[in-house]
Each structure stands twice: as C-alpha cells, then as structure tokens.
C-alpha cells in the first residue's frame, strides 16, 4: 500500500484549502452559529462554482469522476476549515448511494443539481437505534413509506433525501423521497453544534422510489465509505483544533513563561498529535480499501472511524481544557471544534455500533479462517 500523494492530489488540497480559507473562516463560523439556520449557503455556492461538489460524480452528470483519496482529501479540508455544509450527507451517503444503487433517470434527475449546487439530497438513514440496517423500523409498503427518522442533518435546506427503510418482505432497502411532500413532517431539534441544522422527519404514507441496487449488503459498504470520509473530516477538524491550542499555549503568559514551555502543556498537546497520528494512519488504510475495493473495507472503515472518534474527542475537549477560562466562552473558539466533533460523532452512529462491526468483522475472518 502506497500511502503518498501526487502532486496532483497536493494542488487538490492547496487549491480548496485556499478557497475555504477565504469563505469559511471561524468568524463565518460563529455567525453561522448565531442564525436561525446554519448553513453557509455562501460557501457551498463557492464548492459547487470550483467543481468541488462535482469531484466524485461521473462526467456525464456534470462531474469530474475523481476518486476515493481526491474524496478524502476534500473531507479533511472541509473538517479543518469547519465549514457548515453538508459535505458528509451530500457526498458521503447521499451521492454515491444514487450514483452506485440508483436508476439511470434517478442519477440523471439529481446528480447533476447536486454537482451544480442547485440542489441538496440528504441521508435519512438513523432511527433510535442508529444507522445499520438491521435496526430501521421505517416501513414501505406499495411504494408508501410510513416511519419516523432523527437527527436528519440539513433537513431543512434539502429537496430530496435517502430514506432506509424496510420493504415489504422485511429487507432494508434505500428509498428516494421529496421531503417537500405534504405528507413529510420536518421538525427542528437542538442540535449541539448549530452551525449543522438537524430535523427530525416524519413520513405518513409518503410517495417514494427505490434505489434497486440497494439491499443490507450494499446499505453496510455505503456506510462504510462514508464512515472513511467522515474520519478524515474528523482528523483535519482535530489537527485545527490542535494548531490553534499549540499558537494559544506559545502566546498565553503564566509565571513570566509561555504556558507551552510548560512540560505538562507540552505533553498534552504531544498527546493531541500521537492521537490524530494514529487516526490519520487508520483512516489511508481506509482511504486505500475504499478506493482499491479492498475486502477489508468493512474492517477499515470500522478502525477508521473509532480512531477519528477517539482522537477528534480527546483533541478537542483539551483543546477547551488547555484554553483555560476563555476556552468555555461563547466568543471564543474551542467549543466550535468541540461541538462539530460531537455533532459528527451522532451522525452515523456512536462508538459502539462501529466497534460492534468491527468485532463481527473480526469475528468472521476468523471463522473463515479455521
């Protein structure tokens, strides 16, 4: 496994990284955090201008048929400018479940607006019992979806969403809705992180389409694709949160002596970086195995994603920690990393549900083995 990148994938990263610098800022951030709606429309109207929401989606849709590492590359920079947009929903399930599962009139219906910007497809896919497929509840039955979906991110400012739900013999399957359908009942919840509205979604006998290459197999490598990209949009809002508490600690005056000369500080800002290390390690083996179709993409994702949780978890609360007092104000910075890491830890599914896998992962090969 050859884990370097090309120059290509370098100006990918510089180029979006510059543009993000000049849209994204913390300041934009904590406006987004003020409004009654977190989206920066302004921002992903620049991603759709630059190709970028087009990156993954096939040429003849409108996009630039780019791969895993360009995808990953992108999640990391969204990560670490802490934009407000949907990339994770959009082009983490939303994209490739209608550009892998879908119809040809689905994929010639939507993926052109999402790569233009024109349009927002999110994912409905948790219910209480979190985003696997064996756990939907949500029901359709002659193409009338009847369930209740939480935590749906971006609800809001979404014409259409990914439904899971279970057909009429009992199998998850994914669904296409118009979420503007009378029939769909949005409600706004108080998400921790406000810069990512989050609706709760009710269908009552609503019109859906079925994805047809969709079933719990191609549901769990969906997931699993998403739960890469998710590490790397984890890891560069980590590695952010650690450079703004290292500039803080080598600025911040105690006892006559920058707090960072400090071999307690020192320690724990190491401690930040050996974490994130050690998720960005995990998370190219995930890259590579999404990318190469890997076996093991469901073993790599599992890692992948419980690395990036564990360190996006621990870098941002020492970030608020090491700020001291000011880093539990509302004006200040740290609590916007800390409340897009827990926001991304919920939005496909907690630690146990991907340590589960892992273990059933695990647990198979073994077998397999013997």
């Known amino acids: 496994m050859n884990f370097g990148f090309s120059d290509e994938h370098d100006a990918i990263r510089d180029t979006l990284g510059r543009m993000l610098s000049d849209h994204a800022t913390l300041a934009v951030a904590h406006e987004c955090l003020e409004a009654a709606n977190g989206f920066d429309s302004?921002?992903?109207?620049?991603?759709?201008?630059?190709?970028?929401?087009?990156?993954?989606?096939?040429e003849d849709y409108g996009g630039s048929a780019m791969g895993a590492i360009e995808m990953a590359i992108v999640a990391e920079e969204i990560g670490r400018s802490l934009a407000a947009v949907p990339f994770g929903p959009v082009l983490g399930l939303a994209t490739p479940a209608i550009q892998d599962l879908g119809t040809q009139s689905q994929r010639e219906c939507l993926l052109p607006g999402i790569a233009e910007g024109r349009m927002i497809v999110t994912a409905a896919l948790a219910e209480d019992g979190g985003s696997a497929p064996e756990r939907v509840s949500a029901e359709v039955l002659q193409d009338r979806l009847s369930g209740r979906k939480s935590s749906v991110p971006f609800a809001s400012d979404a014409s259409f969403a990914i439904v899971a739900a279970l057909d009429e013999g009992g199998t998850a399957r994914l669904y296409l809705a118009d979420i503007s359908d009378p029939s769909v009942s949005l409600s706004a919840l108080d998400a921790?992180?406000?810069?990512?509205?989050?609706?709760?979604?009710?269908?009552?006998?609503?019109?859906?389409?079925?994805?047809?290459?969709?079933?719990?197999?191609?549901?769990?490598?969906?997931?699993?694709?998403?739960?890469?990209?998710?590490?790397?949009?984890?890891?560069?809002?980590?590695?952010?949160?650690?450079?703004?508490?290292?500039?803080?600690?080598?600025?911040?005056?105690?006892?006559?002596?920058?707090?960072?000369?400090?071999?307690?500080?020192?320690?724990?800002?190491?401690?930040?970086f050996a974490k994130i290390e050690l998720a960005r390690s995990n998370a190219f083996f995930g890259a590579w195995a999404l990318a190469s179709g890997d076996e093991r993409l469901s073993e790599a994702a599992a890692v992948a994603r419980l690395a990036a949780l564990d360190a996006v978890q621990f870098t941002t609360e020492e970030s608020v920690q090491l700020h001291g007092g000011i880093g539990f104000t509302w004006a200040a910075d740290p609590h916007l990393f800390l409340r897009r890491g827990w926001q991304l830890k919920a939005e496909l599914g907690l630690a146990d549900l991907w340590r589960e896998r892992l273990l059933c992962n695990l647990a198979d090969g073994q077998r397999a083995a013997n």
């Open 42 to 58: 302004a921002t992903w109207a620049a991603l759709a201008n630059g190709g970028w929401l087009g990156l993954a989606i096939a």
């Open 192 to 272: 921790i992180d406000r810069t990512r509205s989050t609706s709760e979604i009710v269908f009552h006998d609503t019109p859906v389409e079925l994805l047809p290459g969709s079933d719990p197999a191609a549901i769990r490598t969906l997931l699993d694709g998403a739960a890469v990209l998710a590490a790397f949009e984890q890891i560069g809002l980590a590695e952010r949160a650690l450079f703004l508490t290292r500039d803080y600690a080598c600025e911040r005056q105690a006892f006559g002596r920058q707090i960072g000369s400090f071999q307690a500080v020192k320690h724990r800002l190491a401690d930040m």
